[in-house]
């Protein structure tokens, strides 16, 4: 069941996770991802009324069931809502809903821009052209998949590796687009990856700021491509997703440091750009096949052993 009457761009607009009378258990507001944010709620039976929204909205049932009234422009939609059943509110329309029972939830709320940016890059058609259109109670096995990998990222205490959220974001974005919106379903799709040199220069921005939490946008202007297809081509010309490829890099920057012997394992850790040393030892041991410890271990009988023969020899 969809709405599409035209929106209205000139209401005055609110941020709905602003506006919530409930503190949210978990919130993306900290992690700085672009274009996204994501708050995990349990709510107890309420009802709310909002103003038109300055962002659309997804809400993700992480729970038992609960009946849902819906009122979005003069139009009611209701229903029971189970478990990985999406509620799809489109920005600038007055909404008001009533839950009968506590709920959890994840609620994203996308930027109108950001959405507008991703069709554009991913579809190539004009913003003015993208109508985001009301769902009430559906399952997207898509976007419960998409849900739960930002959810297991959003509950880490840790900053968050923002080209991970961020690719994440696009590519939920581009299903929004695809299956959810006025715009025709066909995303181009570009082939032959990255030019050597554009490669080349995307690879030293990764390794020169390994430490950084760096974004997906800010590669992707480094060679003046736009981040959806950056990210595509990227893996097309490497095998890996950027964010994927910038562990791979912070685990070989780890094994120099490991076998020269001189840092701690947790303070390589942190200067590689890991949270700290169990966020190291996690991705070394997975890719490399053995822990840091063992390398450095290894690496001091190494060096134990060459002073040994120079002296002999001396």
Same mark, same amino acid.
């Given at each position: 069941?969809?709405?599409?009457?035209?929106?209205?761009?000139?209401?005055?607009?609110?941020?709905?996770?602003?506006?919530?009378?409930?503190?949210?258990?978990?919130?993306?507001?900290?992690?700085? %991802?672009?274009?996204?944010?994501?708050?995990?709620?349990?709510?107890?039976?309420?009802?709310?009324?909002?103003?038109?929204?300055?962002?659309?909205?997804?809400?993700?049932?992480?729970?038992?069931?609960?009946?849902?009234?819906?009122?979005?422009?003069?139009?009611?939609?209701?229903?029971?809502?189970?478990?990985?059943?999406?509620?799809?509110?489109?920005?600038?329309?007055?909404?008001?809903?009533? %839950?009968?029972?506590?709920?959890?939830?994840?609620?994203?709320?996308?930027?109108?821009?950001?959405?507008?940016?991703?069709?554009?890059?991913?579809?190539?058609?004009?913003?003015?052209?993208?109508?985001?259109?009301?769902?009430?109670?559906?399952?997207?096995?898509?976007?419960?998949?998409?849900?739960?990998?930002?959810?297991?990222?959003?509950?880490?205490?840790?900053?968050?590796?923002?080209?991970?959220?961020?690719?994440?974001?696009?590519?939920?974005?581009?299903?929004?687009?695809?299956?959810?919106?006025?715009?025709?379903?066909?995303?181009?799709?570009?082939?032959?990856?990255?030019?050597?040199?554009?490669?080349?220069?995307?690879?030293?921005?990764?390794?020169?700021?390994?430490?950084?939490?760096?974004?997906?946008?800010?590669?992707?202007?480094? #060679?003046?491509?736009?981040?959806?297809?950056?990210?595509?081509?990227?893996?097309?010309?490497?095998?890996?997703?950027?964010?994927?490829?910038?562990?791979?890099?912070?685990?070989?920057?780890?094994?120099?440091?490991?076998?020269?012997?001189?840092?701690?394992?947790?303070?390589?850790?942190?200067?590689?750009?890991?949270?700290?040393?169990?966020?190291?030892?996690?991705?070394?041991?997975?890719?490399?096949?053995?822990?840091?410890?063992? #390398?450095?271990?290894?690496?001091?009988?190494?060096? %134990? #052993?060459?002073?040994?023969?120079?002296?002999?020899?001396?």
């Amino acid at each position: 069941m969809r709405q599409s009457q035209p929106k209205d761009e000139s209401l005055e607009t609110i941020s709905l996770l602003d506006e919530l009378p409930d503190r949210p258990v978990l919130s993306s507001k900290s992690k700085g %991802w672009n274009g996204i944010t994501i708050e995990y709620y349990h709510h107890p039976a309420n009802e709310l009324v909002s103003p038109p929204l300055s962002q659309h909205l997804i809400t993700l049932n992480c729970g038992s069931p609960y009946r849902l009234v819906q009122q979005l422009d003069g139009q009611v939609y209701e229903g029971q809502v189970v478990k990985g059943d999406i509620i799809l509110t489109p920005a600038y329309h007055p909404t008001q809903w009533y %839950w009968d029972r506590e709920v959890d939830v994840l609620h994203l709320c996308f930027e109108p821009t950001f959405v507008a940016k991703v069709a554009a890059e991913a579809v190539e058609v004009d913003a003015a052209h993208v109508e985001v259109f009301n769902y009430f109670a559906v399952a997207d096995l898509q976007i419960q998949h998409i849900s739960h990998l930002l959810l297991t990222e959003l509950e880490s205490e840790k900053l968050g590796n923002r080209l991970y959220a961020e690719s994440l974001a696009n590519a939920l974005a581009v299903h929004l687009i695809r299956e959810y919106s006025s715009v025709e379903k066909i995303v181009r799709q570009y082939s032959g990856g990255l030019s050597k040199s554009n490669l080349q220069r995307a690879i030293a921005y990764i390794q020169e700021h390994l430490d950084q939490d760096i974004s997906l946008d800010e590669i992707a202007a480094e #060679i003046n491509l736009s981040s959806y297809h950056f990210a595509r081509l990227f893996k097309q010309s490497t095998g890996l997703a950027p964010h994927q490829y910038q562990i791979r890099c912070r685990v070989e920057r780890a094994k120099e440091l490991l076998q020269q012997g001189d840092m701690a394992i947790a303070d390589i850790a942190t200067y590689v750009g890991f949270y700290d040393q169990s966020h190291l030892n996690r991705h070394f041991k997975r890719i490399v096949g053995v822990s840091p410890k063992a #390398i450095q271990q290894n690496s001091k009988n190494v060096l %134990w #052993i060459g002073k040994s023969v120079q002296d002999y020899t001396a």
